[in-house]
């Protein structure tokens, strides 16, 4: 099979392009996009100090004035309507105007803030997304969900903004933390199973040095899996149905992270998706006949995963579950909505699997 292009152009109502290459020339790939203007740079505590100079260089030397450099702390606490707030009254005072750009260079925290401050300030402003994290560049950046967390719950507010543009620049994985690179993979592996084919042959030729922090490898799994996200989302934009199958590991995953208390040093949500998608694989083999479960192992120890989640309580993973924002008032009290596989590249939508179905299929994923 060739190897994938660098660059991927997302189908939305206005059509937008995601670069992946290492070394990326920013002035250049933003130039073919965007005329010059006023920007905007959004960062965090932990990317800015790596690599916001690069980034505010680049631009400036494409023409740009950066009117406001943003930094928030690091972590999903700056998915919040203060640290939102802190923000576009920073823009306002920096008079960030209307058809100014932001430019968010991070991970999916700061471009699920940034794209809701893009929607929001100004009834709206340009976004471009510079995705530094793994997850970020394969999932976050792509598909126009933006949002924040309440106290209530994660990404409870929220709107839907295209991007004019996502790039990434494969070396910033450089300083990416290793334990984030499995993370990113596993939505990597969810992505190869539900799309199956060339990506799915692929995952077991490249992950190993993917992991290993190979750029090749990175660009192509990368490339496959956008296409892959983007392909879904062109059919589904405003997620209506078929875009619920990107939730494939994560039904589980979600009560999980509930139940191990959203600790992310505990439970990083990867890795939650990785239990998830084992015990989704088992509820596949038991209800629709897959054979996929060893195959789901053997992936995701390539991607570094662990083969078990944390000890937590199964009763609270079910409770959780129940609370789904996701779940619909049709869905009947004690059963679940689940996306299993009946292959690879055949995932099947609102299968239901009952709260004693579940139970068993997560116990047989967690630490005794
Ligand atoms: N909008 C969507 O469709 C969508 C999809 C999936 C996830 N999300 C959201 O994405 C967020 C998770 O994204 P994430 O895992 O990227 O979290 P994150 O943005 O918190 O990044 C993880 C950590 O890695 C650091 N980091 C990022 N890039 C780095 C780099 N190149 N070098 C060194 N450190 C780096 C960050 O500072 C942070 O500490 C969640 O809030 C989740 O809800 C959104
Ligand atoms: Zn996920």
Redesign the pocket.
């Known amino acids: 099979m060739n190897p994938p292009p660098n660059s991927v152009t997302v189908a939305a109502a206005t059509p937008y392009e995601v670069r992946v290459e290492p070394a990326l020339d920013l002035a250049a790939a933003v130039s073919e996009t965007l005329t010059p203007g006023v920007a905007a740079v959004l960062t965090?505590?932990?990317?800015g100090p790596?690599?916001a100079r690069t980034v505010v260089a680049g631009l400036e030397a494409a023409g740009w004035r950066v009117a406001d450099e943003i930094t928030v702390p690091?972590?999903?606490a700056s998915?919040s309507l203060k640290v939102y707030e802190n923000v576009v009254r920073g823009m306002a005072r920096a008079g960030v105007p209307r058809g100014g750009t932001l430019f968010a260079l991070?991970?999916?925290?700061?471009?699920?803030l940034g794209?809701f401050v893009a929607s929001s300030y100004m009834r709206g402003i340009d976004l471009v997304q510079l995705?530094?994290?793994l997850?970020?560049m394969v999932?976050?950046s792509?598909?126009g969900?933006?949002?924040l967390?309440l106290p209530e719950g994660?990404?409870l507010v929220g709107a839907f903004l295209q991007p004019r543009l996502v790039a990434a620049d494969l070396d910033?994985?450089?300083?990416?933390?290793p334990r984030?690179i499995s993370?990113?993979l596993a939505?990597v592996v969810k992505m190869g199973l539900l799309a199956g084919g060339g990506f799915y042959a692929d995952l077991e030729n490249l992950l190993g040095a993917a992991r290993d922090g190979e750029a090749e490898a990175l660009r192509a799994l990368i490339v496959h899996s956008v296409r892959y996200k983007a392909s879904v989302v062109e059919r589904d934009e405003r997620e209506s149905g078929e875009r619920a199958v990107l939730n494939y590991g994560h039904t589980i995953a979600h009560g999980l992270e509930a139940a191990a208390g959203y600790d992310l040093l505990l439970l990083?949500?990867?890795e939650a998706v990785a239990a998830g998608m084992l015990a989704a694989a088992r509820l596949s083999r038991d209800k629709l006949g897959c054979d996929l479960l060893e195959a789901h192992e053997h992936l995701l120890r390539a991607a570094g995963l662990p083969p078990k989640g944390p000890a937590v309580d199964t009763g609270a993973v079910l409770a959780a579950m129940g609370r789904d924002k996701k779940r619909k008032p049709s869905d009947r009290e004690g059963e679940y909505p689940f996306v299993l596989l009946k292959g690879a590249g055949e995932p099947v939508r609102d299968v239901p699997v009952t709260a004693a179905e579940a139970r068993l299929a997560i116990e047989a994923v967690l630490e005794p």
């Open positions: 965090d505590s932990t990317v790596l690599h690091a972590g999903e998915k991070g991970g999916g925290v700061v471009g699920d794209g995705p530094t994290s997850l970020a999932d976050s792509v598909g969900k933006v949002g967390d994660k990404n910033w994985l450089a300083t990416l933390p984030q993370c990113g939505e990083p949500h990867g």
